[in-house]
């Protein structure tokens, strides 16, 4: 199962004009993921060799949510366009966070070309999830623009505030 996503800015107001689309696909429980970001951003030096950190979505960082369908429990993935990456479990809405022990790489590529800049992951789901579980998916991306100001971006923005823990703003289901 496949699906195109395009990312909106909580405020446009202070979101950088950029255009940030992309594809998921679930196949046999190997995830992928592919993100296009179209635009002036900042975009943090590649490091050899990445490695897990905290706090990346205080820089221009991609992200998504995968749901277990019928349950709170749910993961929280960050890719930096630098290289660097983490994944977290959580048992309920921001409950019981834990980093996820069961990846410990998490290769993805990244190629940047003038204003354009694709990150892509392929990721097999079989240590977390098993097959036939169906997901409910939100695809997000924190965006540092020029004047270093961070803007929120996700599928949608169903609170008075940016919070892309937000189970209604998982939009995309995949089997």
């Known amino acids: 199962m496949k699906a195109n996503f395009a990312l909106i800015p909580f405020s446009t107001d202070t979101a950088p004009t950029i255009s940030i689309t992309g594809e998921i696909?679930?196949?046999?429980?190997?995830?992928?993921?592919?993100?296009?970001?179209?635009?002036?951003?900042i975009i943090p030096p590649t490091v050899n060799p990445p490695t897990r950190q905290f706090d990346l979505w205080e820089d221009t960082c991609c992200e998504f949510f995968l749901g277990l369908k019928d349950s709170t429990k749910y993961w929280e993935f960050n890719l930096s366009p630098a290289g660097h990456w983490?994944?977290?479990?959580?048992?309920?809405?921001?409950?019981?966070?834990?980093?996820?022990?069961?990846?410990?790489?998490?290769?993805?590529?990244?190629?940047?070309?003038?204003?354009?800049?694709?990150?892509?992951?392929?990721?097999?789901?079989?240590r977390i999830?098993?097959?036939?579980?169906?997901?409910?998916?939100?695809?997000?991306?924190?965006?540092?623009?020029?004047?270093?100001?961070?803007?929120?971006w996700a599928l949608t923005h169903p609170e008075k505030e940016a919070d892309f823990h937000d189970r209604d703003a998982f939009t995309i289901y995949l089997d």
């Open 86 to 126: 983490n994944v977290y479990r959580f048992l309920d809405y921001r409950q019981n966070l834990l980093e996820e022990k069961a990846f410990d790489t998490l290769p993805f590529e990244v190629l940047q070309e003038n204003d354009n800049l694709w990150l892509n992951l392929k990721v097999n789901l079989q």
């Open 129 to 152: 999830i098993p097959p036939e579980q169906s997901l409910e998916v939100g695809v997000t991306a924190v965006i540092k623009d020029q004047a270093s100001q961070l803007s929120y």
């Open 25 to 41: 696909e679930r196949q046999q429980n190997q995830l992928t993921i592919k993100y296009q970001l179209t635009g002036q951003i």
